[in-house]
Protein backbone atom coordinates (compact mmCIF):
# COMPACT_ATOMS: atom_id res chain seq x y z
CA UNK A 1 0.00 0.00 0.00
CA UNK A 2 1.71 3.25 -1.41
CA UNK A 3 1.20 6.82 0.87
CA UNK A 4 -0.03 7.97 -3.30
CA UNK A 5 -2.66 5.97 -2.60
CA UNK A 6 -3.50 7.67 0.79
CA UNK A 7 -2.89 10.90 -0.18
CA UNK A 8 -5.26 11.77 -3.04
CA UNK A 9 -5.52 15.08 -4.61
CA UNK A 10 -8.97 15.33 -2.64
CA UNK A 11 -7.11 14.67 0.54
CA UNK A 12 -4.36 17.18 0.06
CA UNK A 13 -6.73 20.02 -1.27
CA UNK A 14 -7.91 19.35 2.15
CA UNK A 15 -4.71 19.64 4.11
CA UNK A 16 -3.07 23.33 5.01
CA UNK A 17 -1.09 24.54 1.85
CA UNK A 18 2.34 24.78 2.39
CA UNK A 19 3.01 27.91 0.66
CA UNK A 20 3.49 29.76 3.92
CA UNK A 21 5.42 27.12 5.23
CA UNK A 22 4.42 23.17 6.05
CA UNK A 23 1.21 23.11 8.59
CA UNK A 24 0.56 19.70 8.96
CA UNK A 25 3.44 16.66 8.37
CA UNK A 26 2.88 12.72 7.47
CA UNK A 27 4.17 11.02 10.50
CA UNK A 28 4.86 7.78 12.31
CA UNK A 29 3.91 4.55 11.65
CA UNK A 30 2.65 5.27 8.01
CA UNK A 31 5.95 6.33 7.10
CA UNK A 32 7.56 3.58 8.46
CA UNK A 33 5.78 1.02 6.83
CA UNK A 34 6.25 2.76 3.51
CA UNK A 35 9.59 1.86 4.18
CA UNK A 36 9.56 -1.45 5.07
CA UNK A 37 6.65 -2.03 2.33
CA UNK A 38 3.91 -2.92 4.47
CA UNK A 39 0.21 -2.91 4.02
CA UNK A 40 -1.49 0.04 5.88
CA UNK A 41 -4.10 1.84 6.20
CA UNK A 42 -3.28 4.39 9.26
CA UNK A 43 -2.44 7.58 8.68
CA UNK A 44 -1.04 9.72 11.64
CA UNK A 45 -0.71 13.57 10.73
CA UNK A 46 0.94 16.21 13.08
CA UNK A 47 -0.36 19.76 12.94
CA UNK A 48 0.51 22.86 13.89
CA UNK A 49 -2.29 24.71 14.85
CA UNK A 50 -6.08 23.23 15.84
CA UNK A 51 -5.74 19.63 14.92
CA UNK A 52 -9.40 18.54 16.17
CA UNK A 53 -10.99 21.50 13.86
CA UNK A 54 -8.95 19.99 10.91
CA UNK A 55 -10.01 16.47 11.43
CA UNK A 56 -13.62 17.21 11.62
CA UNK A 57 -13.43 19.17 8.58
CA UNK A 58 -11.58 16.31 6.78
CA UNK A 59 -14.44 13.93 7.78
CA UNK A 60 -17.22 16.04 6.73
CA UNK A 61 -15.78 16.69 3.65
CA UNK A 62 -14.71 12.79 2.94
CA UNK A 63 -18.30 12.08 4.15
CA UNK A 64 -16.41 10.21 6.56
CA UNK A 65 -16.84 10.21 11.02
CA UNK A 66 -14.76 11.96 13.15
CA UNK A 67 -14.02 10.73 16.94
CA UNK A 68 -12.30 12.76 19.78
CA UNK A 69 -9.54 10.43 20.81
CA UNK A 70 -8.11 12.88 23.24
CA UNK A 71 -9.15 16.70 23.55
CA UNK A 72 -6.67 17.03 25.95
CA UNK A 73 -3.47 16.52 23.88
CA UNK A 74 -5.20 17.83 21.09
CA UNK A 75 -6.22 14.30 18.97
CA UNK A 76 -8.92 13.60 16.56
CA UNK A 77 -9.22 10.31 14.45
CA UNK A 78 -11.54 10.17 10.84
CA UNK A 79 -12.83 6.94 9.66
CA UNK A 80 -13.23 7.65 5.69
CA UNK A 81 -14.04 5.03 3.34
CA UNK A 82 -11.36 3.85 0.82
CA UNK A 83 -11.51 3.63 -2.89
CA UNK A 84 -11.74 -0.26 -2.64
CA UNK A 85 -14.47 0.07 -0.05
CA UNK A 86 -11.89 -0.47 3.01
CA UNK A 87 -12.11 1.93 6.16
CA UNK A 88 -8.56 4.21 6.07
CA UNK A 89 -7.98 5.76 9.47
CA UNK A 90 -6.63 9.05 9.92
CA UNK A 91 -5.39 10.32 13.26
CA UNK A 92 -4.52 14.41 13.61
CA UNK A 93 -2.65 15.44 16.78
CA UNK A 94 -1.72 18.62 18.31
CA UNK A 95 2.48 19.32 17.30
CA UNK A 96 3.66 19.11 20.78
CA UNK A 97 7.05 21.32 21.90
CA UNK A 98 7.62 24.46 19.23
CA UNK A 99 8.89 22.83 16.32
CA UNK A 100 8.20 19.14 14.37
CA UNK A 101 11.76 17.94 15.22
CA UNK A 102 10.92 18.50 19.14
CA UNK A 103 7.26 16.65 18.31
CA UNK A 104 9.24 13.76 16.98
CA UNK A 105 11.60 13.54 19.15
CA UNK A 106 8.95 12.97 22.03
CA UNK A 107 7.96 9.97 20.40
CA UNK A 108 8.30 6.71 21.54
CA UNK A 109 10.84 5.07 19.22
CA UNK A 110 13.21 6.34 16.24
CA UNK A 111 11.80 4.41 13.59
CA UNK A 112 8.22 6.13 14.57
CA UNK A 113 9.86 9.43 14.39
CA UNK A 114 10.00 9.97 10.86
CA UNK A 115 7.89 12.26 9.13
CA UNK A 116 6.75 13.74 5.32
CA UNK A 117 5.19 16.60 4.32
CA UNK A 118 2.41 15.53 2.60
CA UNK A 119 2.62 17.81 -0.49
CA UNK A 120 6.48 16.59 -0.67
CA UNK A 121 7.14 12.91 -0.49
CA UNK A 122 10.83 13.59 -1.57
CA UNK A 123 12.19 14.95 1.32
CA UNK A 124 12.24 12.65 4.52
CA UNK A 125 12.83 14.06 7.99
CA UNK A 126 14.53 12.24 10.32
CA UNK A 127 15.84 13.89 13.56
CA UNK A 128 16.75 10.82 15.82
CA UNK A 129 18.35 8.39 13.12
CA UNK A 130 14.83 5.89 12.80
CA UNK A 131 15.70 5.25 9.04
CA UNK A 132 18.98 4.08 9.73
CA UNK A 133 17.38 2.17 12.27
CA UNK A 134 15.10 0.57 10.01
CA UNK A 135 17.92 -0.65 7.73
CA UNK A 136 19.24 -2.31 10.46
CA UNK A 137 16.32 -3.99 12.12
CA UNK A 138 17.15 -2.34 15.58
CA UNK A 139 14.05 -0.79 17.80
CA UNK A 140 15.58 2.27 19.57
CA UNK A 141 13.88 4.36 22.18
CA UNK A 142 14.22 8.30 21.09
CA UNK A 143 15.00 9.17 24.84
CA UNK A 144 16.83 7.45 27.34
CA UNK A 145 13.49 8.59 29.40
CA UNK A 146 11.09 7.54 26.55
CA UNK A 147 9.70 4.38 28.51
CA UNK A 148 9.80 5.76 31.64
CA UNK A 149 7.58 9.01 30.20
CA UNK A 150 4.87 6.44 29.46
CA UNK A 151 5.51 2.36 30.42
CA UNK A 152 2.62 1.33 28.01
CA UNK A 153 5.65 1.81 25.52
CA UNK A 154 7.20 -1.20 26.96
CA UNK A 155 4.59 -3.06 25.63
CA UNK A 156 4.77 -1.64 22.36
CA UNK A 157 8.19 -1.94 22.02
CA UNK A 158 7.50 -6.01 22.58
CA UNK A 159 4.89 -6.00 19.86
CA UNK A 160 6.47 -4.05 17.41
CA UNK A 161 10.18 -6.17 17.88
CA UNK A 162 8.26 -9.51 17.74
CA UNK A 163 6.10 -8.51 14.76
CA UNK A 164 8.88 -6.71 12.79
CA UNK A 165 11.52 -9.20 13.57
CA UNK A 166 13.62 -6.28 14.89
CA UNK A 167 16.47 -6.51 17.81
CA UNK A 168 16.08 -4.09 20.96
CA UNK A 169 19.10 -1.87 21.22
CA UNK A 170 20.21 -2.64 24.76
CA UNK A 171 20.17 0.76 26.40
CA UNK A 172 16.23 0.76 25.19
CA UNK A 173 16.00 -3.22 26.72
CA UNK A 174 17.11 -1.68 30.41
CA UNK A 175 14.47 1.11 30.28
CA UNK A 176 11.95 -1.87 29.57
CA UNK A 177 13.02 -4.15 32.21
CA UNK A 178 13.03 -0.46 34.63
CA UNK A 179 9.44 0.17 33.84
CA UNK A 180 8.14 -2.84 35.41
CA UNK A 181 7.26 -1.06 38.80
CA UNK A 182 5.34 1.71 36.85
CA UNK A 183 3.04 -0.40 35.35
CA UNK A 184 0.82 -0.93 37.97
CA UNK A 185 0.26 2.73 37.93
CA UNK A 186 -1.20 2.63 33.91
CA UNK A 187 -4.38 2.56 32.88
CA UNK A 188 -5.17 -1.40 32.39
CA UNK A 189 -7.44 -0.49 29.14
CA UNK A 190 -3.93 1.07 27.08
CA UNK A 191 -2.06 -2.11 28.80
CA UNK A 192 -5.09 -4.21 27.41
CA UNK A 193 -5.27 -3.15 24.07
CA UNK A 194 -1.06 -3.49 23.46
CA UNK A 195 -2.15 -6.88 24.72
CA UNK A 196 -4.63 -7.76 22.26
CA UNK A 197 -3.22 -6.56 19.74
CA UNK A 198 0.12 -8.85 20.28
CA UNK A 199 -2.17 -11.59 20.41
CA UNK A 200 -3.80 -11.01 17.03
CA UNK A 201 -0.36 -11.13 15.45
CA UNK A 202 0.21 -14.30 13.29
CA UNK A 203 3.23 -15.42 16.22
CA UNK A 204 2.04 -14.11 19.00
CA UNK A 205 4.28 -16.86 21.47
CA UNK A 206 7.46 -14.17 20.06
CA UNK A 207 6.05 -11.42 22.00
CA UNK A 208 5.11 -13.42 25.15
CA UNK A 209 8.79 -14.83 25.63
CA UNK A 210 9.99 -11.25 24.86
CA UNK A 211 7.55 -10.35 27.79
CA UNK A 212 8.92 -12.94 29.93
CA UNK A 213 12.61 -12.35 28.98
CA UNK A 214 12.19 -8.60 30.36
CA UNK A 215 10.45 -9.64 33.61
CA UNK A 216 7.01 -8.06 32.22
CA UNK A 217 4.91 -10.98 31.78
CA UNK A 218 4.69 -12.46 35.68
CA UNK A 219 3.36 -8.26 36.04
CA UNK A 220 1.06 -9.01 33.19
CA UNK A 221 -0.30 -12.58 34.35
CA UNK A 222 0.07 -12.88 37.67
CA UNK A 223 -3.06 -14.73 38.19
CA UNK A 224 -1.46 -17.18 36.84
CA UNK A 225 0.33 -17.84 40.11
CA UNK A 226 -2.05 -16.25 42.81
CA UNK A 227 -4.92 -18.23 43.41
CA UNK A 228 -5.70 -21.13 45.10
CA UNK A 229 -3.83 -24.00 43.47
CA UNK A 230 -1.44 -21.82 41.70
CA UNK A 231 1.16 -21.65 43.96
CA UNK A 232 2.48 -24.90 42.72
CA UNK A 233 3.72 -22.73 39.58
CA UNK A 234 5.82 -20.31 41.58
CA UNK A 235 8.46 -23.16 42.11
CA UNK A 236 9.69 -23.31 38.81
CA UNK A 237 7.75 -19.98 36.96
CA UNK A 238 9.82 -20.85 34.02
CA UNK A 239 9.48 -23.76 33.00
CA UNK A 240 5.36 -23.34 33.76
CA UNK A 241 6.01 -20.23 31.31
CA UNK A 242 7.54 -22.73 28.12
CA UNK A 243 5.29 -25.41 29.12
CA UNK A 244 2.16 -22.82 28.18
CA UNK A 245 4.03 -20.94 25.52
CA UNK A 246 4.48 -24.24 23.69
CA UNK A 247 0.52 -25.02 23.60
CA UNK A 248 0.22 -20.96 22.52
CA UNK A 249 2.75 -21.54 19.42
CA UNK A 250 1.10 -25.00 18.71
CA UNK A 251 -2.49 -22.40 18.46
CA UNK A 252 -1.08 -20.50 16.35
CA UNK A 253 0.37 -23.69 14.01
CA UNK A 254 -2.77 -24.50 13.67
CA UNK A 255 -4.72 -21.53 12.90
CA UNK A 256 -1.91 -20.94 10.24
CA UNK A 257 -2.25 -24.36 8.59
CA UNK A 258 -6.09 -23.50 8.27
CA UNK A 259 -5.64 -20.04 7.09
CA UNK A 260 -7.69 -19.47 3.84
CA UNK A 261 -4.68 -18.25 2.55
CA UNK A 262 -1.91 -20.78 4.31
CA UNK A 263 1.33 -21.77 3.51
CA UNK A 264 1.92 -25.75 1.88
CA UNK A 265 5.11 -26.08 2.95
CA UNK A 266 3.87 -26.01 7.02
CA UNK A 267 1.68 -28.94 6.56
CA UNK A 268 4.85 -31.08 4.94
CA UNK A 269 4.79 -33.30 8.47
CA UNK A 270 1.75 -35.55 8.65
CA UNK A 271 0.90 -34.25 12.07
CA UNK A 272 -0.43 -30.93 10.35
CA UNK A 273 -0.96 -32.57 7.31
CA UNK A 274 -4.02 -34.40 8.92
CA UNK A 275 -5.22 -31.64 9.82
CA UNK A 276 -5.72 -29.39 6.74
CA UNK A 277 -7.03 -32.75 5.00
CA UNK A 278 -9.61 -33.57 7.32
CA UNK A 279 -10.11 -29.52 8.47
CA UNK A 280 -9.22 -27.69 5.51
CA UNK A 281 -12.98 -27.45 4.32
CA UNK A 282 -13.79 -25.42 7.30
CA UNK A 283 -10.89 -22.51 6.02
CA UNK A 284 -13.35 -19.86 5.42
CA UNK A 285 -15.75 -20.37 8.10
CA UNK A 286 -13.26 -20.77 10.53
CA UNK A 287 -11.52 -17.75 9.59
CA UNK A 288 -14.90 -15.49 9.60
CA UNK A 289 -15.20 -16.95 13.66
CA UNK A 290 -11.84 -16.34 14.48
CA UNK A 291 -11.56 -12.64 12.97
CA UNK A 292 -15.10 -11.99 14.76
CA UNK A 293 -14.67 -9.00 17.75
CA UNK A 294 -16.59 -10.20 21.29
CA UNK A 295 -16.01 -6.68 22.02
CA UNK A 296 -14.43 -3.62 20.24
CA UNK A 297 -10.91 -4.66 18.77
CA UNK A 298 -10.99 -8.30 20.46
CA UNK A 299 -11.04 -10.66 18.37
CA UNK A 300 -12.59 -14.44 18.90
CA UNK A 301 -8.63 -15.40 18.10
CA UNK A 302 -6.95 -13.39 20.29
CA UNK A 303 -9.59 -14.53 23.63
CA UNK A 304 -8.71 -18.40 22.37
CA UNK A 305 -4.71 -17.45 22.71
CA UNK A 306 -5.28 -15.74 25.73
CA UNK A 307 -7.94 -18.43 27.43
CA UNK A 308 -5.08 -20.87 26.89
CA UNK A 309 -2.35 -19.14 28.82
CA UNK A 310 -4.98 -20.20 31.82
CA UNK A 311 -6.55 -23.73 30.53
CA UNK A 312 -3.35 -25.29 29.37
CA UNK A 313 -3.03 -28.65 31.00
CA UNK A 314 0.35 -28.59 32.58
CA UNK A 315 1.09 -31.11 34.40
CA UNK A 316 3.74 -31.11 36.88
CA UNK A 317 5.48 -32.11 40.00
CA UNK A 318 4.09 -31.13 43.34
CA UNK A 319 6.43 -30.12 46.00
CA UNK A 320 5.33 -32.76 49.04
CA UNK A 321 3.44 -34.62 47.17
CA UNK A 322 3.87 -38.24 49.01
CA UNK A 323 3.33 -40.51 46.04
CA UNK A 324 5.39 -38.19 43.67
CA UNK A 325 2.43 -38.32 41.08
CA UNK A 326 1.72 -35.76 38.51
CA UNK A 327 -0.79 -33.53 39.36
CA UNK A 328 -3.12 -31.72 36.88
CA UNK A 329 -4.35 -28.22 37.91
CA UNK A 330 -8.35 -27.93 38.73
CA UNK A 331 -10.54 -26.67 36.23
CA UNK A 332 -12.21 -24.42 38.93
CA UNK A 333 -9.04 -22.79 39.89
CA UNK A 334 -8.28 -22.23 36.58
CA UNK A 335 -11.85 -20.14 36.05
CA UNK A 336 -10.78 -17.96 39.44
CA UNK A 337 -7.65 -17.45 38.17
CA UNK A 338 -9.22 -16.13 34.51
CA UNK A 339 -12.00 -14.34 35.88
CA UNK A 340 -9.34 -12.43 38.10
CA UNK A 341 -7.67 -11.15 35.17
CA UNK A 342 -10.73 -10.33 33.42
CA UNK A 343 -12.27 -8.03 36.31
CA UNK A 344 -8.66 -6.51 36.21
CA UNK A 345 -8.78 -5.41 33.01
CA UNK A 346 -11.81 -4.46 32.71
CA UNK A 347 -13.22 -6.86 30.14
CA UNK A 348 -16.73 -7.17 29.17
CA UNK A 349 -19.45 -8.76 30.51
CA UNK A 350 -19.82 -10.68 27.54
CA UNK A 351 -16.05 -11.41 26.93
CA UNK A 352 -16.28 -12.57 30.92
CA UNK A 353 -19.11 -15.16 29.81
CA UNK A 354 -17.08 -16.26 26.76
CA UNK A 355 -13.68 -17.12 29.21
CA UNK A 356 -15.61 -18.93 31.72
CA UNK A 357 -17.38 -21.25 28.85
CA UNK A 358 -14.23 -21.88 27.85
CA UNK A 359 -12.34 -22.44 31.02
CA UNK A 360 -15.23 -24.64 32.30
CA UNK A 361 -15.65 -27.16 28.90
CA UNK A 362 -14.35 -30.61 28.02
CA UNK A 363 -14.55 -32.21 24.63
CA UNK A 364 -17.21 -34.62 24.30
CA UNK A 365 -16.06 -38.40 23.67
CA UNK A 366 -17.56 -38.73 20.45
CA UNK A 367 -17.89 -42.03 19.14
CA UNK A 368 -15.81 -42.60 15.79
CA UNK A 369 -18.52 -45.31 13.88
CA UNK A 370 -19.78 -44.27 11.01
CA UNK A 371 -22.74 -45.61 12.29
CA UNK A 372 -22.77 -43.54 15.36
CA UNK A 373 -25.29 -40.53 15.94
CA UNK A 374 -23.32 -38.45 18.19
CA UNK A 375 -25.54 -35.68 17.63
CA UNK A 376 -26.94 -35.03 21.50
CA UNK A 377 -23.49 -35.02 22.79
CA UNK A 378 -22.87 -32.45 20.42
CA UNK A 379 -25.68 -30.66 20.80
CA UNK A 380 -25.03 -30.31 24.90
CA UNK A 381 -21.79 -29.76 24.05
CA UNK A 382 -22.72 -26.68 22.48
CA UNK A 383 -25.07 -25.65 24.79
CA UNK A 384 -22.76 -25.42 27.43
CA UNK A 385 -20.23 -23.53 25.77
CA UNK A 386 -21.77 -21.46 22.85
CA UNK A 387 -19.51 -19.84 20.30
CA UNK A 388 -16.21 -20.94 23.25
CA UNK A 389 -16.84 -24.62 21.91
CA UNK A 390 -14.62 -24.24 18.53
CA UNK A 391 -11.96 -22.29 20.91
CA UNK A 392 -12.09 -25.23 22.81
CA UNK A 393 -12.02 -27.95 20.13
CA UNK A 394 -8.38 -26.09 19.06
CA UNK A 395 -7.38 -25.27 22.51
CA UNK A 396 -7.47 -29.30 22.89
CA UNK A 397 -6.07 -30.55 20.25
CA UNK A 398 -3.27 -27.85 21.03
CA UNK A 399 -2.71 -29.34 24.52
CA UNK A 400 -2.46 -33.01 23.37
CA UNK A 401 0.43 -32.16 20.53
CA UNK A 402 2.14 -29.86 23.27
CA UNK A 403 2.17 -32.91 25.58
CA UNK A 404 4.07 -35.19 23.10
CA UNK A 405 7.60 -35.80 23.12
CA UNK A 406 8.03 -35.35 18.89
CA UNK A 407 5.46 -37.06 16.62
CA UNK A 408 2.43 -37.77 18.80
CA UNK A 409 1.13 -41.59 18.27
CA UNK A 410 -1.18 -42.00 14.84
CA UNK A 411 -4.03 -43.42 16.11
CA UNK A 412 -4.63 -40.96 19.44
CA UNK A 413 -3.87 -37.64 16.62
CA UNK A 414 -6.48 -39.31 13.83
CA UNK A 415 -9.15 -39.83 16.88
CA UNK A 416 -8.96 -36.19 18.25
CA UNK A 417 -8.75 -35.04 15.10
CA UNK A 418 -11.72 -36.84 13.32
CA UNK A 419 -13.64 -35.54 16.65
CA UNK A 420 -13.02 -31.92 15.69
CA UNK A 421 -14.03 -32.78 12.53
CA UNK A 422 -17.57 -34.01 13.82
CA UNK A 423 -17.87 -31.41 16.05
CA UNK A 424 -16.41 -28.24 13.44
CA UNK A 425 -19.03 -29.90 11.22
CA UNK A 426 -21.97 -29.33 13.51
CA UNK A 427 -21.14 -25.78 14.33
CA UNK A 428 -20.58 -24.87 11.22
CA UNK A 429 -22.39 -26.81 8.59
CA UNK A 430 -25.28 -28.51 10.93
CA UNK A 431 -26.16 -25.23 12.92
CA UNK A 432 -30.23 -26.28 12.31
CA UNK A 433 -30.06 -29.38 12.62
CA UNK A 434 -28.40 -29.73 15.99
CA UNK A 435 -27.96 -26.42 17.68
CA UNK A 436 -30.35 -24.02 17.01
CA UNK A 437 -33.34 -26.90 16.84
CA UNK A 438 -37.06 -25.29 17.29
CA UNK A 439 -39.09 -27.25 19.07
CA UNK A 440 -42.24 -28.03 17.87
CA UNK A 441 -44.04 -27.21 20.62
CA UNK A 442 -43.67 -22.85 22.25
CA UNK A 443 -43.61 -22.49 25.70
CA UNK A 444 -47.32 -20.95 25.24
CA UNK A 445 -48.59 -24.08 24.23
CA UNK A 446 -47.26 -25.88 26.68
CA UNK A 447 -48.33 -23.86 29.67
CA UNK A 448 -51.50 -23.62 27.77
CA UNK A 449 -52.29 -27.53 27.04
CA UNK A 450 -50.62 -28.34 30.66
CA UNK A 451 -52.53 -25.69 32.87
CA UNK A 452 -48.81 -24.56 33.81
CA UNK A 453 -47.04 -21.59 35.38
CA UNK A 454 -44.24 -20.14 33.60
CA UNK A 455 -41.13 -20.56 34.84
CA UNK A 456 -37.59 -22.19 34.59
CA UNK A 457 -39.89 -25.92 34.04
CA UNK A 458 -41.18 -24.66 31.21
CA UNK A 459 -37.25 -24.01 29.56
CA UNK A 460 -36.43 -27.61 31.11
CA UNK A 461 -39.63 -28.93 29.32
CA UNK A 462 -38.62 -27.45 25.67
CA UNK A 463 -35.20 -28.56 26.21
CA UNK A 464 -36.09 -32.46 26.74
CA UNK A 465 -38.57 -31.65 23.33
CA UNK A 466 -35.29 -30.80 21.23
CA UNK A 467 -33.01 -33.73 22.62
CA UNK A 468 -35.69 -36.04 21.51
CA UNK A 469 -36.20 -34.57 18.47
CA UNK A 470 -32.03 -34.55 18.19
CA UNK A 471 -32.62 -38.23 18.09
CA UNK A 472 -35.13 -38.27 16.03
CA UNK A 473 -37.86 -39.86 18.37
CA UNK A 474 -40.16 -36.99 18.31
CA UNK A 475 -41.36 -35.69 14.20
CA UNK A 476 -44.93 -34.34 14.78
CA UNK A 477 -47.02 -32.21 17.36
CA UNK A 478 -48.81 -35.18 18.96
CA UNK A 479 -46.05 -36.75 19.66
CA UNK A 480 -44.52 -33.58 21.33
CA UNK A 481 -47.60 -33.68 23.25
CA UNK A 482 -47.23 -36.80 24.44
CA UNK A 483 -43.20 -36.69 25.26
CA UNK A 484 -44.46 -33.57 27.93
CA UNK A 485 -47.05 -35.44 29.57
CA UNK A 486 -44.74 -38.39 30.26
CA UNK A 487 -42.06 -36.23 31.16
CA UNK A 488 -44.66 -34.18 33.95
CA UNK A 489 -45.63 -37.61 34.94
CA UNK A 490 -42.70 -39.24 35.69
CA UNK A 491 -41.09 -36.18 37.28
CA UNK A 492 -38.38 -35.89 34.34
CA UNK A 493 -37.61 -32.98 32.72
CA UNK A 494 -35.05 -33.74 29.67
CA UNK A 495 -35.24 -36.14 26.89
CA UNK A 496 -32.81 -38.28 28.03
CA UNK A 497 -34.66 -39.79 30.78
CA UNK A 498 -37.09 -41.11 27.75
CA UNK A 499 -34.42 -42.51 25.81
Given amino acids: MTLQKFLTPALLELLPSPAEGPKVWLVGGAVRDHFLQRQSFDLDFVVAGDALRLARRIADALGGKYYDLDTERGAGRVLAPGSDGEEWVFDFTRMRGSSLQDDLCYRDFTINALAFDPHNLDILIDPTGGLKDLHDSLLRACKSEAIQNDPVRALRAVRIASELEFRIESDTIQQLKAVRPLLAHVSVERLRDELFRMLDHQQPTRSLRLLEHLGLFDTLFHELYDHPGGEAHIGDKRKFTRQVFTVISTLSELFQVLAPRHDPDATSNSTLGLIAIRLGRFRESLSDYLYEELSSGRTQRAWILLGSLFSTDVIRDLSGDQDGSPAKEGRGSKTFAGSAWSDRFHMSRKEKDWLERFLAGDIPQLSEDANGNNDLQVHRFYKRTRSAGIG ?99 GSKTGADLL
Fill in 392 to 490: IVFGDLANFLAGTDGAPAEDDWESRVNIARQLLEAYFNRRDEILEVESLLSGEEIISEFKLKPGPMIGELLQGLIELQIEDKLNTRDQALDAVRTMLTN
